[in-house]
């Protein structure tokens, strides 16, 4: 499962990040154009190069179709692709490339809705759990005591300064630390510095205006596929140059 795997899950996240905020059917009706509501073929719905063919457009009404579909495709893909070379094609990807699909998908409904479901957190939990068991159950406990660490920690700051933060990222605080181990250390820290930068930015560009919100969501999820990929190497770069 690479690439092109990743591009085809892509196309299924694309229709979770759109319909699963609304409460609608992940499976029925099938895929269909947002604006006319037209049936959309098989050979109208490759990832990536359908949208690029079509020029973006429905081929029904011409009307525009998000960019957010074929940038959601490329980036699972690529994605899925990098952990594939990274970690390795082996029984760890049960856990591994799951993990990069539910984070790829709470980023873009944070963006879009500014919310972090209860029905992706909840089942992503439940999984890690099975998935631990079936691929190596002696990692369980690192992984349920990085999980309630991170969950922990982050209520603290969401009860320090509500308004920064909300629930949802603390219960994908506690997910990330089910995936990641003690790597949810790391890609916790990359989130908060990403979200600052991005902050600040957003701050100067607006001549102060400290009101608008910044989703947190999509900065968890960009550290936790930098923990994914290279958390142990950070670990033990932190280690190996600053504790001893």
């Known amino acids: 499962m690479g690439g092109v795997g990743g591009a085809v899950i892509g196309s299924f996240l694309n229709v979770v990040i759109h319909r699963l905020p609304l409460g609608e059917s992940l499976a029925r009706p099938g895929s269909r154009c947002p604006s006319c509501e037209a049936d959309i073929k098989a050979y109208d719905n490759v990832p990536i190069l359908s949208w690029l063919w079509l020029r973006g457009r429905c081929r029904h009404c011409g009307v525009r179709i998000s960019a957010r579909y074929p940038l959601v495709e490329l980036l699972t893909a690529i994605v899925f692709a990098a952990v594939v070379a990274v970690r390795g094609a082996d029984a760890d990807l049960l856990l591994e490339l799951p993990f ?145």
């Open 100 to 244: 990069a699909a539910i984070l790829i998908a709470i980023a873009g409904i944070d963006l879009e809705r500014h919310i972090v479901p209860n029905r992706i957190v909840i089942p992503a939990a439940v999984w890690a759990v099975i998935a631990a068991l079936i691929v190596d159950p002696s990692a369980l406990p690192e992984m349920l005591i990085a999980g309630a660490g991170a969950f922990t920690a982050l209520l603290l700051m969401a009860l320090a300064y509500p308004a920064g933060m909300g629930m949802g990222d603390v219960k994908l605080a506690g997910v990330m630390g089910l995936y990641l181990g003690l790597a949810v250390v790391p890609a916790l820290l990359i989130a908060f510095a990403a979200g600052a930068i991005v902050g600040v930015a957003i701050v100067i560009a607006t001549d102060g205006d400290r009101k608008r919100g910044v989703p947190f969501a999509p900065f968890m999820a960009l550290g936790g596929v930098i923990g994914l990929l290279a958390g142990q190497q950070l670990i033990d770069f932190y280690s190996d140059h600053f504790l001893t």
